[in-house]
């Protein structure tokens, strides 16, 4: 069976992060072989095992390409429109670009969450989910650029901060 993504390969799995694809393994499942991605996910120290026939489905992708990263970095220093006052609306817009897995997704949620926060401190859901999203950016960022996380989140917040 021909599989998405190669041993050892760098993967971003939507709402988890960055994670590397450490085996590909047949195991039974209800009377029939599957294949499956065993991936480990360095940011919560957790392996997980994905049927290669769903991965795609559920949002995991192979890590931009540099170009890719430096567009989302430039979207985060750009003008962005002020999001609704209804913190529970803007939570589940935020959520949703997340799940999307998308980069430049991912960096709105980061930038709008940002911003938001400069007016008003965010009410804790929003703020893990901010956390989660800048940690998602850092990483991929970082893998894609090839330089240290450390770098990576100082470069996002000096652009976050050059309105």
């Known amino acids: 069976m021909e599989t998405?993504?190669?041993l050892n390969q760098q993967i971003v799995?939507?709402?988890?992060?960055?994670?590397?694809?450490?085996?590909?393994e047949e195991k039974s499942f209800?009377?029939?072989?599957?294949?499956?991605?065993?991936?480990?996910?360095?940011?919560?120290?957790?392996t997980i095992m994905v049927?290669?026939?769903k991965a795609v489905e559920l949002g995991i992708r192979?890590?931009?390409s540099e170009k890719e990263s430096r567009a989302a970095l430039q979207l985060i220093s750009e003008e962005y429109e002020a999001v609704t006052a209804d913190w529970k609306m803007r939570y589940q817009m935020n959520l949703d670009l997340l799940k999307?897995?998308?980069?430049?997704?991912?960096?709105?949620?980061?930038?709008t969450l940002y911003h938001r926060s400069k007016v008003k401190e965010l009410?804790?859901?929003e703020r893990k989910l901010f956390d989660d999203a800048l940690k998602i950016l850092t990483d991929e960022v970082s893998f894609s650029l090839d330089k240290s996380k450390k770098e990576i989140e100082q470069?996002?917040?000096?652009?976050l901060e050059s309105d």
């Open 4 to 6: 998405t993504f190669k």
């Open 13 to 24: 799995y939507p709402l988890q992060g960055v994670g590397q694809i450490i085996s590909i």
């Open 30 to 46: 209800k009377d029939k072989q599957l294949l499956y991605y065993v991936i480990y996910l360095s940011v919560t120290d957790m």
């Open 51 to 53: 049927p290669v026939d």
């Open 62 to 64: 192979a890590i931009v």
């Open 100 to 111: 999307s897995g998308s980069i430049m997704d991912i960096a709105v949620v980061v930038r």
């Open 123 to 125: 009410p804790i859901l």
């Open 155 to 159: 470069l996002i917040f000096s652009k």
